[in-house]
């Protein structure tokens, strides 16, 4: 599988905002929505899932939805033939090959890290991952990892040491995203720069051409 990740829609909130902001991202052209909803009980997680599912859906089908930390969602969500493709894992959730396992060959399956030697970690794990998130780039109010803040510079280790591609994540900007481009990374990973625009389809756009002019350039 063949996955666009320039421009990556990780979500927040749990309303109708959340749902359309996800349709509309999607339909500019974010390769993939992660719908992240820590607090939220599980079957109202999934409901959210599977709202977003059909919204992304309809927006644009080529888009692929995976769910935040929760295999067994989105395996409930996958049964229910929903419109959902996978899960991204962090390090304290289901192991990878056990999230493989459940979601099937075909599944999208992502993992957190954000330093060399949590790369490093991952790779004996890279024949079942798609990808890996990397962060954060700049410190974030959404999620503290702890982990210390890449910057540009950090970048271009993590994707020399992973066999899998590496998305960047934490507090990314489309003024960031050119630059971001040229270290080797194959896509940014936006929350609040998305999820809080006045217009959230002209974020996508903005990102994905200063990700191609960074890339190619």
Known sequence: MTL????????????????????LAAGAGAGIVQ???KTLATRDLLSLV??????VRRANPETRVVVDDRADVAWAA????????GVHLG??????RDARAMLGPDAIVGYTTGTLDLVRSAEPLADALDYLGAGPFRPTPTKDSGRPPLGVEGYPALVQASSRPVVAIGD???DDVAALATTGIAGVAMVRAVMAADDPAAVVAQAIAAFDRGREG
Request: glycine share 6%; proline share 2%; with cysteine.
């Open 4 to 23: 666009d990740l320039r421009c990556y829609l990780v979500t927040s909130g749990t309303d109708r905002h959340t749902v359309e902001t996800a349709a």
């Open 35 to 37: 719908v992240r909803a």
């Open 50 to 55: 599977l709202q977003v599912g059909e919204a």
């Open 78 to 85: 996958m049964r229910a033939r929903g419109n959902v493709h």
């Open 91 to 96: 390090v304290e959730d289901l192991p990878v």
């Open 172 to 174: 990314v900007q489309v």
